[in-house]
């Protein structure tokens, strides 16, 4: 048996979307049904690198597959600056749930960011209107770009707003899928006028207000993924249907978490686990249904899906690089 090396190039191409986005939906409800074990990340602190690692193991069970892995990921905020190296890096290790053989190494980052967008784009086909055509996103980075792929396969969107303070990265944005969408910039409300708003800033005072959204706009709050961090603000999470992808997580460090600490939302002011919903547990929207916000902290059970994702087409394919790792 061979291990297959698979750089970000790799995981790019064999991460299709749609492939990623039902896997995802499976982890969410494989996730509320109780197969999956996912257990609390782990972290090492490096002051004296001003840096830390952080270990996220899964292993999921659905109806028709199961997959185990382990994403070993960092933040060393130093790294572009004194070592021209992003600031975080990942690795993801793929595994045989039934022998422990490892399947694949594969690149963490992308397939981060493909999950990402993929557990939007889940969200937003059972909160968001069936009409939706118009999105809208806060912050032009690198996890943008993905949130506009995955929603746009779920949703027939057609016209995207988009806004950042760094001209520049907005200038890029706009100009990668010029050829695609109706797409230009604009200011926060009006991207947050759009059927779906999706913000990916890291922002610690809230940026989005109750005014700033439509009175059925759907939004994916993806930026929070620390304490203290918080995009939208207290007054349209209390007027909005909040779903949240796991209750720990989301109130530790996902965009609930500091109306959440400070008893402005409590769990009566939660609507449900997107688990919850995917499984018919919980109703996503309806006719009555105005705003709506799910609060994306992202889950090592997505990872794991991912992952499995990547290797299946990759190995159909012939992608990557075979090594001996273990002589079996």
């Known amino acids: 048996m061979h291990t297959r090396l698979l750089d970000s190039e790799d995981v790019d191409e064999n991460a299709r979307m749609i492939d990623v986005i039902d896997a ?33 193991p899964a292993y999921l069970e659905t109806d028709d597959w199961d997959a185990a892995g ?9 790294n572009p600056r004194d070592h021209d190296l992003p600031t975080v890096l990942g690795t993801m290790i793929y595994s045989d749930p039934e022998t422990a053989f490892p399947l694949a190494i594969m690149d963490g980052t992308e397939l981060t960011m493909k999950r990402t967008g993929a557990a939007a784009a ?14 809208g996103i ?5 996890q943008s770009y ?52 999706s913000t990916v800033t890291p ?26 961090k918080h995009e939208l603000s207290d007054e349209l999470l209390e007027s909005a249907t909040v779903v949240i992808d796991d209750h720990e997580q989301c109130t530790h460090s996902g965009e609930i978490n500091v109306p959440y600490a400070a008893g402005v939302l409590t769990d009566a002011d939660i609507h449900a686990e997107i688990g919850e919903i995917v499984t018919g547990a919980v109703s996503g929207r309806t006719d009555e249904t105005g705003v709506t916000v799910f609060d994306s902290t992202g889950l090592a059970i997505q990872d794991v899906a991912a992952a499995r994702v990547v290797y299946e087409n ?7 690089y075979e090594f001996g790792m273990i002589d079996a």
């Open 70 to 78: 382990v994403k070993w990921v960092n933040v060393h905020p130093d």
């Open 138 to 142: 806060v912050g032009a980075g690198v």
């Open 122 to 135: 889940v969200a937003t086909d059972y909160l968001a209107r069936e009409d939706a055509s118009s999105l």
């Open 203 to 228: 922002v610690e005072d809230p940026i989005v207000g109750v005014d700033d959204v439509g009175e059925s706009t759907h939004v994916n709050a993806i930026g929070a993924d620390a304490a203290g």
């Open 146 to 197: 993905t949130q506009l792929e995955a929603i746009a396969a779920v949703r027939p969107i057609e016209e995207v707003v988009v806004s950042d303070l760094d001209e520049e990265r907005l200038e890029r944005f706009v100009d990668a899928f010029a050829g695609e969408f109706d797409i230009r910039s604009g200011s926060i409300s009006e991207a947050g006028h759009c059927d779906v708003l």
């Open 314 to 320: 990759a190995l159909e394919d012939e992608d990557g």
């Open 24 to 56: 995802v939906e499976a982890a969410f409800a494989a996730f509320e049904r109780g197969t999956t074990q996912m257990p609390a990340k782990s972290y090492i602190d490096l002051p004296q690198y001003n840096g830390d690692f952080r270990s996220m």
